[in-house]
């Protein structure tokens, strides 16, 4: 089975500050991993995506995450929050390959402060 | 390209009353999702169809829900009959069919949120 824990339910930022979102994933075969951000009344947009090639992962918007094995996380930065990033981020694990379902976790709310 | 679109986008019943909800996948994409995200929750897989085949039913309540996708294209989800316990967003996604290689992304419609008093 694979899971994933998200070790914040709420992470408060100011404007101009680093952002950091922490993600533990559980799995008994490599995953593949992922962080998708949902806007208030908007669809669930994929940010990045990790499927075994290079550890770090860079994607939309200025995001970052780094898959550690070792330490079964896949935690989320960015150097400069900026004030639409305030969102709802989801860390989400699943199978290597195919059309195999996502398992989300429970979601981080970002609030960014002027 | 269109996205996958889900109507409607919201909807309001009674409990005990039955509801619809639709959705078109992504043009090509062989494979839909049906999820629930209750609020302050991540989304849960509830039905994944190939074509018009169920590949993944095992988190649906079947003694209530019921899903198809008759033509393997668009899909209807429905909800007979509700309870306060079903309020919730209900996405829809798609993603390419077997046979195309790597992990196949997943496009996610709107949502359907759904409230029932």
């Known amino acids: 089975a694979q899971s994933v824990t998200q070790l914040d339910s709420h992470v408060s930022v100011s404007e101009g500050t680093p952002v950091l979102l922490r993600c533990n994933y559980s799995?008994?075969?490599?995953?593949?991993l992922f962080w998708y951000v949902q806007h208030p009344n908007k669809g669930l947009q994929l940010l990045l995506k990790y499927t075994s090639a290079a550890t770090l992962v860079k994607g939309i918007n200025g995001f970052e995450a780094e898959f550690k094995k070792s330490e079964t996380s896949f935690h989320l930065t960015k150097p400069s929050a900026h004030m639409s990033d305030a969102a709802e981020y989801f860390c989400v694990v699943s199978g290597r390959s195919g059309n195999t379902p996502l398992v989300f976790g429970k979601g981080t709310r970002l609030s960014v402060i002027a | 390209e269109a996205g996958v679109a889900q109507s409607p986008r919201y909807k309001i019943i009674e409990k005990r009353q039955s509801v619809a909800f639709w959705c078109n996948p992504i043009s090509g994409h062989a494979t839909l999702y049906w999820y629930q995200q209750i609020l302050g929750q991540g989304p849960k897989l509830l039905i994944q169809f190939q074509n018009n085949g169920v590949v993944d039913d095992s988190q649906l309540p079947k003694d209530r829900f019921s899903a198809e996708r008759l033509k393997g294209v668009d899909s209807t989800l429905k909800i007979q009959p509700a309870k306060l316990e079903d309020s919730a967003v209900y996405l829809c996604?798609?993603?390419?069919?077997?046979?195309?290689?790597?992990?196949?992304?997943?496009?996610f419609g709107p949502g359907t949120r759904l409230t029932v008093t």
């Open positions: 996604a798609s993603s390419l069919g077997p046979g195309q290689g790597g992990l196949h992304e997943q496009y």
């Open positions: 799995s008994s075969y490599s995953p593949s």
